[in-house]
C-alpha cells in the first residue's frame, strides 16, 4: 500500500508559501507515494497546478484530506481544516504548538500525530530540515533585494 499525502492551500492572508514544491512532489512520486493536492495550492508561490505533473487536483479541502495519511502544511490549521482530517493521519508543518491549546486539543481528539518543524533542534545533523533557519536565510535575502530595489 502507498502513502497517501495531501497538501492544501494556505489560508492565512499574506502567507504565500506551498507545503510541496513541484521538484519534491516528483521525488514522493518515484518513491511510490499518492500526492492529492488542492488546486491552485502553489499559485501564491508562483507554481501552476501544470507543475505538479502525476499529482491528483481536487477542488477542495474535504477531498484533498480525505484518505490522507500524511498532510504537509506551512502553516498551524484551522478549527475547519482539523475537523477535515482523518482520524490518525500524520501532519507535518510550522504548527506553534505553545500559541493555541484549543488546536493542540482538537488534533489530539482526532488521534492526529503532529510533527511541528520550528520544535526541531537547530544542530547539524537536523539541519537540512531545519525550518528556522531556512526560512531566516530567505528573509535576509528578502531584505537585501527590497533595499536594493529602493535605492
Same mark, same amino acid.
Given at each position: ?5 495531501? @497538501? @492544501?492551500?494556505?489560508?492565512?492572508? *499574506? &502567507? ?6 513541484? &521538484? +519534491?512532489?516528483?521525488?514522493?512520486? #518515484?518513491?511510490?507515494? =499518492?500526492?492529492?493536492?488542492?488546486? $491552485?495550492? %502553489?499559485? &501564491?508561490?508562483?507554481?501552476? /497546478? $501544470?507543475?505538479?505533473?502525476? @499529482?491528483?487536483?481536487? *477542488? *477542495?479541502? *474535504?477531498?484533498?484530506?480525505? %484518505?490522507?495519511?500524511?498532510? !504537509? ?14 482520524? %490518525? #493521519? @500524520?501532519?507535518? %508543518?510550522?504548527? =506553534? ?12 481528539? =482526532?488521534?492526529? +500525530? ?5 520544535? !526541531?533542534?537547530?544542530? $547539524?545533523?537536523?539541519?537540512?530540515? /531545519? ?21
Amino acid at each position: 500500500m502507498s502513502l497517501s499525502i495531501a @497538501v @492544501v492551500r494556505e489560508r492565512l492572508p *499574506g &502567507e504565500s508559501r506551498v507545503a510541496l514544491v513541484p &521538484e +519534491t512532489a516528483k521525488k514522493f512520486l #518515484a518513491l511510490g507515494a =499518492k500526492l492529492c493536492m488542492e488546486q $491552485s495550492a %502553489g499559485t &501564491e508561490s508562483h507554481f501552476l /497546478d $501544470s507543475d505538479y505533473a502525476d @499529482v491528483s487536483l481536487v *477542488g *477542495g479541502i *474535504g477531498e484533498a484530506y480525505g %484518505g490522507a495519511q500524511l498532510i !504537509l502544511r506551512v502553516t498551524p490549521p484551522s478549527p475547519e481544516e482539523i475537523a477535515a482530517m482523518p482520524e %490518525g #493521519a @500524520v501532519l507535518i %508543518g510550522l504548527l =506553534k504548538p505553545f500559541e493555541d491549546k484549543a488546536r493542540l486539543a482538537a488534533l489530539n481528539a =482526532k488521534k492526529i +500525530t503532529a510533527f511541528s518543524l520550528e520544535l !526541531l533542534p537547530r544542530i $547539524s545533523r537536523a539541519q537540512s530540515m /531545519d525550518a528556522l533557519s531556512s526560512q531566516a536565510s530567505c528573509a535576509g535575502y528578502q531584505c537585501g533585494l527590497i533595499a536594493a530595489a529602493r535605492c
